[in-house]
């Protein structure tokens, strides 16, 4: 028997999934402890709560019909302690040993014929530290429902109850209503979907990047912390949101790393897929990927931090008139409405299209401002890590926690080898734009 299916966007990750471009989502997180780590105990509260998760317990599973589809099964194998690891790193060879570890860590593809996910403790870290590094597949869940997986490991968290409103009970309805209903929906979504592919036809244009670069197996990973209230303190002065100040910063970041390397900015702007969750807040929070997203063009050609926000702020805003279900920016509700079987057929040639249509994926993780622990140990940063698309040399992802804005750089490690230049090149940014302020 079938278990409950993959819906298109989630084939569509399986399809994507290559030896260069591993389609799974990761999260470095690191924990204050009160005293010593006992790895093994510690390994073992993991075992138990990843074990009550429905999700990690379960792996993708092909079907005959519809042609292409697949559904998620319990896997008669499982066994949660096999998908959890512990390392202890020392210093003693590699001054930031956690870094050059999850680099590696991240390269790594999940085993596709498992439950899709993998949790390493490390230990050995300064200050009494310790981290746990997650990978999800992104056809498990998108970044909103990555959060409501991982919160059934922390401690005193309860994971969000599907809501199921009462209904009255509808009134026997004739054949031809339902047939017409059905076809009225099937209708709406074929109308939806040629206006996202036209939109995406139009927003395509030569793939000449400079932050492409050739497929590679190869990671390097960079961490970002910034304090929020600087953020803050720059959106009260010159309005916009929170996250319009991040993506100004990004965009000076990213205007500084391309001058350092020699290529020229002024003039220019780079194209940022935002990605947008439409599971609404009483939606399905543990369900498989549902998102949109917008187009941002970042003015990485504007030298001044000030109107570099402003011109995102302009750009945001026209995005959020428009909404998330229209424009070139909604290309995965598009890949949501194409049968699974294409997706197998064609998915992964139409990935390689990816830098025609945008530069780099910045994505937010939502994090709830309460204070987290795991073991009794305090959250103390959190980086996730988005994906790289084919032929893209940087992916970008935010979370917003307590005092700080987290953020985790994941670079193409031939195109990009020293990632350590754009964090520091966000610093610089952020500096820059408070000074204004």
């Known amino acids: ?58 792996r993708a599973r092909a079907e005959l019909f519809p042609p292409g589809s697949a559904s998620w099964a319990e896997d008669p ?16 060879y590699e001054p930031d040993p956690l870094t050059a570890y999850a680099s590696r860590w991240i390269a790594e593809p999940l085993d596709t014929s498992r439950p899709l996910w993998q ?55 004739s054949t031809l209503d339902t047939v017409k209903d059905a076809l009225g929906t099937v209708w709406g979504q074929a109308n939806e979907a040629a206006g996202i592919a036209s939109s995406v036809v139009r927003a395509a244009r030569p793939p000449l990047s400079p932050v492409s670069a050739p497929p590679s197996a190869e990671r390097r990973l960079g961490f970002v912390r910034l304090p929020l209230t600087e953020l803050r303190q720059v959106r009260r002065t010159h309005g916009g949101t929170t996250n319009d100040v991040v993506l100004a910063v990004l965009a000076g970041a990213l205007r ?36 949109s997203g917008y187009l941002c063009d970042l003015p990485v050609g504007e030298d001044d931090p000030v109107e570099r926000l402003r011109l995102v702020r302009r750009a945001m805003t026209r995005n959020k008139a428009a909404g998330p279900a229209r424009g070139a920016g909604a290309l995965p509700l598009l890949a949501g409405r194409v049968p699974p079987l294409l997706h197998r057929l064609g998915t992964r040639t139409a990935g390689l299209a990816a830098p025609m249509l945008f530069d780099l994926v910045i994505t937010t993780v939502p994090v709830p401002p309460a204070r987290l622990s795991i073991g009794g140990a305090r959250l103390a940063e959190i980086y996730p890590f ?16 307590r005092d700080s804005v987290h953020i985790g750089l994941q670079a193409n490690g031939e195109a990009v080898p020293d990632v350590g230049s754009l964090r520091d090149a966000v610093l610089k940014s952020v500096a820059r734009l408070v000074d204004a302020s």
């Open 77 to 92: 194998e499982f066994v949660a302690a096999d998908h959890i690891e512990h390392v202890r790193l020392s210093s003693l």
């Open 119 to 173: 949790l390493t403790l490390v230990t050995g870290l300064p200050d009494g530290k310790f981290a746990l590094l997650l990978k999800l597949h992104h056809a498990l869940t998108d970044g909103a429902g990555a959060y409501a997986v991982a919160a059934g490991l922390l401690d005193g968290v309860k994971l969000p109850e599907r809501i199921s409103p009462s209904r009255p009970i509808p009134a026997p309805r």
């Open 1 to 58: 028997m079938a278990g409950s299916p993959l819906s298109a966007l989630d084939v569509a990750f399986l399809c994507l999934e290559s030896e260069t471009s591993p389609m799974h989502m990761g999260a470095v997180v690191t924990f204050t402890a009160r005293g010593p780590v006992d790895p093994a105990a510690l390994t073992a509260l993991l075992a138990e709560r990843a074990a009550r998760l429905p999700k990690l317990r379960q």
């Open 386 to 401: 988005v994906p790289l698309a084919p032929r893209h040399a940087v992916g970008i992802a935010v979370a917003p926690y």
């Open 256 to 291: 500084e790393w391309l001058v350092n390397r020699g290529q020229r900015a002024d003039g220019r702007t780079l194209r940022a897929l935002i990605p947008v969750s439409v599971r609404g807040r009483a939606g399905d929070q543990l369900g498989g990927n549902k998102l």
